[in-house]
């Protein structure tokens, strides 16, 4: 008895063989699967693993385990037949490549980077009389606790001896600074002040519809990003080639040959 052949998960109108989008993104875990659909939104391995939880971006130890859990989640056959299979239902039209070149032809970095208002300390500098006067009034204080205490609870009285003799130390520390210097100043924080800085954020870049712009994301030491985007002159090239703004030219060297054949209409010359 012949046996029978197991069928193919293949959908109408797919190609023979291969494997619907949605029977695709069923053989994958969770994650995979969120990674495979933020990676056909936004063409970055590393910003799909980041999108798909692979890693906190917030994180510095995290920024470069997206980089690399990106890319090995790329290499994964049940990954890379479901990303195929995604193309395959996306069908881009040639006008979304045009679209898509133009963009990347006439990238600004500036574009990918968004404000963000942060609050910082403002500082000035005071004369040293007043940190001394501020000295004076904590060791008073420090000291009156110390006798307080001095019957009553032997800890809080050892705690208050001791801060009451750091800030005596403290305090002839900057009443020598004054005899040599009277008119010594230190920085003292007086308030805060608004301030704008220019960030990426991947999140932002998505949401205005740039995230093509960038083929990869990297961090230094420091935690910030370093953008890799696509190739502007590429871009350029492809797009002169579509629209045929030039001709392409071949080089020959050594020697060419060329025979001219002469056709008349009616009765020959003499």
């Given at each position: 008895m012949a046996k029978r052949k197991p069928k193919t998960e293949t959908d109408p109108g797919t190609e023979t063989g291969a494997?619907?989008?949605?029977?695709?993104?069923?053989?994958?875990?969770?994650?995979?699967?969120?990674?495979?659909?933020?990676?056909?939104?936004?063409?970055?391995?590393?910003?799909?693993?980041?999108l798909a939880g692979y890693g906190d971006p917030e994180n510095p130890k995290h920024?470069?385990?997206?980089?690399?859990?990106?890319?090995?989640?790329?290499?994964?056959?049940?990954?890379?037949?479901?990303?195929?299979?995604?193309?395959?239902?996306?069908h881009m039209s040639p006008a979304e490549i045009i679209a898509r070149l133009e963009a990347q032809a006439s990238a600004d970095p500036a574009e990918l980077y968004f404000p963000v208002e942060y609050e910082v300390d403002v500082f000035e500098d005071v004369s040293l009389h007043v940190q001394l006067d501020y000295l004076r009034k904590k060791l008073a204080i420090a000291?009156?606790?110390?006798?307080?205490?001095?019957?009553?609870?032997?800890?809080?009285?050892?705690?208050?001896?001791?801060?009451?003799?750091?800030?005596e130390q403290q305090i002839a520390e900057v009443e020598l600074t004054l005899?040599?210097?009277p008119k010594a100043t230190f920085s003292m924080k007086t308030g805060?002040?608004?301030?704008?800085?220019?960030?990426?954020?991947?999140?932002?870049?998505?949401?205005?519809?740039?995230?093509?712009?960038v083929q990869e994301i990297s961090y230094d030491q420091r935690?910030?990003?370093?953008?890799?985007?696509a190739d502007k002159v590429k871009s350029q090239e492809l797009l002169g080639k579509y629209h045929k703004l030039w001709a392409e030219r071949m080089e020959h060297e050594g020697g060419l040959t060329i025979t001219l054949k002469k056709e008349t209409v009616g009765e020959p010359l003499d």
């Amino acid at each position: 008895m012949a046996k029978r052949k197991p069928k193919t998960e293949t959908d109408p109108g797919t190609e023979t063989g291969a494997l619907s989008f949605a029977k695709a993104l069923s053989k994958l875990l969770p994650q995979q699967r969120l990674w495979v659909q933020y990676y056909l939104q936004t063409f970055s391995k590393t910003e799909a693993a980041v999108l798909a939880g692979y890693g906190d971006p917030e994180n510095p130890k995290h920024r470069n385990c997206c980089k690399s859990e990106g890319h090995r989640t790329s290499k994964i056959p049940a990954v890379k037949a479901a990303v195929e299979a995604g193309f395959r239902e996306m069908h881009m039209s040639p006008a979304e490549i045009i679209a898509r070149l133009e963009a990347q032809a006439s990238a600004d970095p500036a574009e990918l980077y968004f404000p963000v208002e942060y609050e910082v300390d403002v500082f000035e500098d005071v004369s040293l009389h007043v940190q001394l006067d501020y000295l004076r009034k904590k060791l008073a204080i420090a000291e009156d606790l110390r006798d307080r205490f001095q019957d009553r609870a032997p800890m809080l009285y050892n705690e208050n001896k001791e801060k009451a003799l750091r800030l005596e130390q403290q305090i002839a520390e900057v009443e020598l600074t004054l005899e040599q210097d009277p008119k010594a100043t230190f920085s003292m924080k007086t308030g805060t002040r608004k301030e704008i800085r220019w960030e990426f954020d991947i999140i932002k870049a998505r949401e205005a519809g740039l995230s093509h712009l960038v083929q990869e994301i990297s961090y230094d030491q420091r935690g910030q990003p370093k953008l890799k985007l696509a190739d502007k002159v590429k871009s350029q090239e492809l797009l002169g080639k579509y629209h045929k703004l030039w001709a392409e030219r071949m080089e020959h060297e050594g020697g060419l040959t060329i025979t001219l054949k002469k056709e008349t209409v009616g009765e020959p010359l003499d």
